[in-house]
């Protein structure tokens, strides 16, 4: 008898815990809490992003035959994809979206092309002659919650993509009008976080006020900076006994019409005609002792100025770096300064000749040193923007020391293959975006 009243009693217990809790689920349906909003009709919204390119180059050199000297390339022509990608984006939440992308980059070039391309993801700093296939890897891959409905103020942001510093590096290479983004951009992202292609995995928190006040700030992964332990190197960690993370920040102030209306990860340089404003911005990282150095600073500002049909735009770093051991740091500095100026034409369609000037000097003791000096002049025709251009560019690079443009070659009989000096190049471009 007692098992019976204690069985329907159980029985009871457990038919009204459920329809309580049907009862709550219902409620949740009805009134889900506001980041888990879905919306309505969600898509997933699919892109590509193509870059080919026809480069004639003269001048470059490499060690390539087992000597210590420098052997001079033919001049040559090269057809080659030198960014391919493909990507989704969507937003499944009413504040919560995301974007994930793929690169099939450098396909078809040449390593003794003067171009700086190497097959990603290498970012080996002698990848003098490095060849081989293009690969097929992840570029971008990010989450973005919008914090406040009623306010532009707060986004969090994580995955993995560009730590927000250097206007250049958070530019996208399909929205410059140089023929290639400005070198100085690949000293501040090896600097920052240890790829010449900038992508970390970290977490980002940004806003955009009504004024025009940007800011992001950041903590990232830096993925080259392990130690070797039994002769391995440590891949992806900081090391075996170091946690050491790269802090990241930049704040942008616009004057005049603002470069965005809503806050966004990506930024443009030409308006065609429809931005008067000046935006600068000053920006830093930071990161304390790994098992390869014990500090690494880098601060800098940047500036885009539009009026009319007039662009400019530009950026200044210090880099410094205290090695172990040392008591001082060993400095080095970079920039870009580019302009170029819209003609409308009756067809709908916009000339733009650009000129880009980049340099670098690094004294000894930084990761790279003595001087990279590059020089571009063209001319862009945008069909429809950025999304359909084509353009034709004269670049001449120049250099010193041990650096991204020319690398001294070794007097170690047992390490060759590793100096380089890359020359001028003419190319011709198509982009893409759809």
């Known amino acids: 008898m007692r098992k019976t009243i204690g069985a329907i009693a159980l029985l009871s217990s457990s038919l009204v815990f459920a329809q309580t809790t049907i009862e709550t689920a219902e409620k949740k349906d009805k009134n889900p809490a506001p980041f888990a909003l879905k919306t309505p009709d969600f898509k997933i919204e699919p892109y590509a992003q193509l870059q080919g390119w026809a480069v004639y180059s ?18 040559r022509l090269n057809f080659f994809f030198r960014r391919a990608r493909l990507g989704f984006r969507g937003k499944p939440y009413k504040n919560l979206s995301y974007q994930i992308s793929m690169y099939y980059d450098n396909a078809g070039h040449d390593s003794q092309s003067a171009t700086r391309a190497t097959t990603l993801p290498a970012t080996s700093k002698s990848g003098s002659t490095a ?27 994580f995955g993995y993509f560009r730590p927000q510093i250097s206007r250049e590096s958070i530019t996208a290479a399909f929205n410059v009008n140089s023929f290639e983004k400005a070198p100085s951009q690949n000293y501040v992202r090896q ?45 992806e960690t900081q090391g075996s006994d170091t946690q050491s993370l790269v802090y990241v920040g930049r ?39 790994t098992p390869k150095y014990s500090a690494n600073d880098v601060i800098g500002g940047d500036l885009l100025f539009n009026w009319g049909p007039w662009q400019v735009d530009g950026e200044f770093f210090y880099i410094y770096k205290k ?35 980049s340099g670098f000097y690094g004294e000894e003791g930084s990761d790279y040193t003595g ?64």
């Open 251 to 289: 704040a942008a102030w616009n004057f005049g019409d603002k470069e965005m209306d809503k806050y966004g990860l990506s930024y443009n340089i030409n308006y065609f005609g429809k931005r008067k404003g000046l935006t600068i911005a000053i920006n830093g990282s930071s990161q304390d002792r």
């Open 58 to 75: 003269m001048d470059r050199a490499a060690q390539n035959d087992g000597d210590h000297e420098l052997d001079k390339a033919d001049p």
């Open 191 to 235: 600097a920052v976080i240890g790829r010449g292609f900038g992508r970390g995995t970290g977490v980002n928190i940004g806003g955009l006020s009504e004024g025009g006040f940007n800011y992001n700030v950041g903590v990232f992964n830096k993925v080259t900076t392990g130690e070797k332990v039994d002769d391995v190197t440590l891949g």
């Open 371 to 434: 001087r990279d000096l590059t020089v571009d002049v063209g001319l862009n025709w945008y069909l429809d923007q950025n999304r359909y251009k084509f353009y034709v560019h004269y670049v001449k690079q120049d250099g010193d020391g041990n650096n991204l443009v020319h690398q001294n070659p070794s007097s170690d009989p047992a390490d060759v293959n590793t100096g380089y000096s890359y020359g001028d190049y003419a190319g011709v471009g198509l982009t893409l975006q759809i």
């Open 131 to 157: 060849g081989g296939p293009a690969t097929v890897g992840i570029w971008d891959s990010i989450l973005s919650w919008k914090v406040d409905d009623s306010s532009d103020m707060y986004h969090v942001t």
């Open 323 to 357: 090695n172990r051991g040392e008591s001082d740091y060993a400095r080095a500095r970079t920039g870009h300064l580019r302009g170029g100026y819209n003609f409308f034409l009756a067809n709908g369609t916009v000339l733009e000749p650009a000129l880009m000037v």
